[in-house]
């Protein structure tokens, strides 16, 4: 049997990958403006001072409103790919973006809130732990995580995270094409049309391909092909909660709400930040607390719906 050698997961082969990660410009203007997030996150913390943690920052269009929003916020973002953080640096000045691998980073605080937009669908399944470690590790009790499974617009992809799919039916080697659509995007950068077709795979954890070729004015072309991994609300949140968060309702109603974004928010603090930084003594307390908030992972289904709010409760001490 011949055995498929792992795709590389670096930022070099992500950013060759994704013509958006090249283009930052064009990511931006698809996605759109991040307004409601940043409010969102505004919102979540009721004081002066505040540390908000951006993992897969980007392009910074969220923090960079979230630093008009808050100008005496800490605002940290960080990322792998050296083209976006210098972009967000030089079009979004104020936070501080810093070149880093979110499996892996310590920016050596806590943070109030912790951010994670359209990043986790990125990750492969074997590394999504080491990124709810990175969680774990800047939170502390009452420290919040905001964060969004589906892009938050989605012109470019043709099945979304939300729809129930059962996937996990799929015969171990069947894949299933999506149909293909077209686009026609009026671009910064001209006239362009992107055709998509996604390839859906997998038994425990499926994966998309996503196959583009975008068309640009001037008659050339560029192909890219990268892969994304659903995570499941409810895989996540069962994730989240064995590592001590729980569910917040601050952001239920009204607009801009959990709903509206399709952000799930969670709160609470993590046994797995067992790290240097942290001192024995509290890493028992967290241990803890972690076997208080598995009970309460149990009742998860119950609580996770097909909408995308989260809510388990708050670890206050
Ligand atoms: C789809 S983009 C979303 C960017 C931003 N959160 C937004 O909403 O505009 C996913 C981002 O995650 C970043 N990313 C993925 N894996 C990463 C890793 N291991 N370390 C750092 N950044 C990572 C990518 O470089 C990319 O900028």
Aim: charged share 20%.
């Amino acid at each position: 049997m011949r055995i498929r050698p792992r795709a590389r997961f670096t930022a070099q082969a992500m950013q060759a990958a994704n013509l958006l990660y090249r283009r930052p410009v064009l990511a931006d203007e698809i996605a759109g403006p991040a307004s409601a997030h940043a409010a969102a996150v505004s919102s979540l913390l009721h004081r002066d001072r505040g540390v908000v943690l951006d993992l897969g920052c980007g392009t910074g269009r969220m923090l960079g409103e979230v630093a008009g929003l808050r100008p005496r916020w800490d605002l940290y973002g960080v990322d792998w790919q050296l083209h976006l953080i210098r972009y967000a640096a030089q079009v979004r000045p104020g936070p501080t973006y810093e070149r880093r691998d979110i499996r892996h980073v310590d920016i050596g605080r806590y943070a109030d809130v912790i951010t994670c937009i359209d990043v986790l669908n990125d990750i492969p399944p074997r590394a999504v732990k080491d990124v709810l470690r990175t969680i774990a590790r800047h939170s502390r009790p009452g420290t919040l995580l905001l964060t969004q499974l589906t892009p938050p617009t989605r012109p470019l992809v043709t099945r979304t995270l939300a729809t129930p799919t059962p996937l996990n039916l799929l015969p171990r080697r069947q894949a299933r094409d999506e149909p293909e659509h077209t686009q026609q995007i009026h671009s910064v950068l001209g006239e362009l049309t992107v055709t998509t077709r996604t390839t859906v795979s997998g038994v425990r954890n499926s994966c998309e391909t996503i196959h583009r070729s975008w068309f640009f004015e001037d008659g050339s072309s560029v192909q890219d092909t990268f892969r994304r991994w659903p995570l499941q609300p409810d895989d996540l949140a069962g994730r989240l909660a064995r590592l001590g968060f729980a569910p917040h309702h601050g952001l239920q109603h009204g607009h801009g709400s959990a709903g509206d974004l399709r952000v799930h928010v969670f709160t609470g603090k993590s046994p797995a930040a067992a790290t240097t930084r942290i001192p024995r003594a509290r890493r028992q307390h967290q241990v803890h607390l972690s076997y208080r908030f598995s009970a309460l992972s149990r009742s998860m289904p119950a609580v996770i719906p097909h909408h995308d709010v989260l809510q388990i409760g708050a670890i206050t001490s």
